[in-house]
T-cell receptor
Framework: AQRVTQPEKLLSVFKGAPVELKCNYS??????LFWYVQYSRQRLQLLLR??SRESIKGFTADLNKGETSFHLKKPFAQEEDSAMYYC????????????FGKGTMLLVSP | DGGITQSPKYLFRKEGQNVTLSCEQN?????MYWYRQDPGQGLRLIYY???????QKGDIAEGYSVSREKKESFPLTVTSAQKNPTAFYLC????????????FGEGSRLTVL
């Protein structure tokens, strides 16, 4: 069975500090991993996907198959980064039947 | 204005009653999904549909039913058999081969009294 684990329910940092939101996964095949974000009073939306190897809003995430991890990082947190972050894994059935982690709330204080 | 529309935003029902949540999309997406979001539980997949007149159970389908008679619509019925129906329900859609990009609605909050 596939599983996504986000060990931290809440991560609180000061503005300008580095941020790392942890994500570990369990999957027998070749994984596709994603980070979704939900800002206050906004819809849940895709932040980035590992296959794109892109940086969005200063965030990056590298897939580490050896450690089965897909941690989300940003070198300098901004107050507007405060949101709920979900790590997700693509299912074997194709399309986008994603398995989500329980989420980490990031709070960036001034 | 393109997107996914869920209605109603808030819904109250008495125990033993069925209730149907609406989800409509005008993005011309093939696939549609229903997720349940509970505090501290993340999102869990209830049902999904890859094409009209076809749908599959997700991880927590018991007590729920769906239909997909039109490409644009994917209503979810929460039946009286669902033991803990009070939750926030999210509908999403995606294109074929979307590589994980789901477009979500604003959600419907169901409270059972």
């Amino acid at each position: 069975a596939q599983r996504v684990t986000q060990p931290e329910k809440l991560l609180s940092v000061f503005k300008g500090a580095p941020v790392e939101l942890k994500c570990n996964y369990s999957y027998s095949g070749s994984p596709e991993l994603f980070w979704y974000v939900q800002y206050s009073r906004q819809r849940l939306q895709l932040l980035l996907r590992h296959i794109s190897r892109e940086s969005i809003k200063g965030f990056t995430a590298d897939l580490n198959k050896g450690e089965t991890s897909f941690h989300l990082k940003k070198p300098f947190a901004q107050e507007e980064d405060s949101a709920m972050y979900y790590c997700a894994l693509s299912g074997i059935s194709g399309y986008s039947t994603l398995t989500f982690g329980k989420g980490t709330m990031l709070l960036v204080s001034p | 204005d393109g997107g996914i529309t869920q209605s109603p935003k808030y819904l109250f029902r008495k125990e033993g009653q069925n209730v149907t949540l609406s989800c409509e999309q005008n993005l011309n997406h093939d696939a549609m999904y229903w997720y349940r979001q509970d505090p501290g539980q993340g999102l869990r997949l209830i049902y999904y549909s890859q094409i009209v007149n076809d749908f599959q159970k997700g991880d927590i389908a018991e007590g729920y039913s769906v239909s997909r008679e039109k490409k644009e619509s994917f209503p979810l019925t929460v039946t009286s058999a669902q033991k803990n129906p009070t939750a926030f329900y999210l509908c999403a859609s995606s294109t074929q081969g979307a590589n994980g990009e789901l477009f979500f609605g604003e959600g419907s909050r169901l409270t059972v009294l």
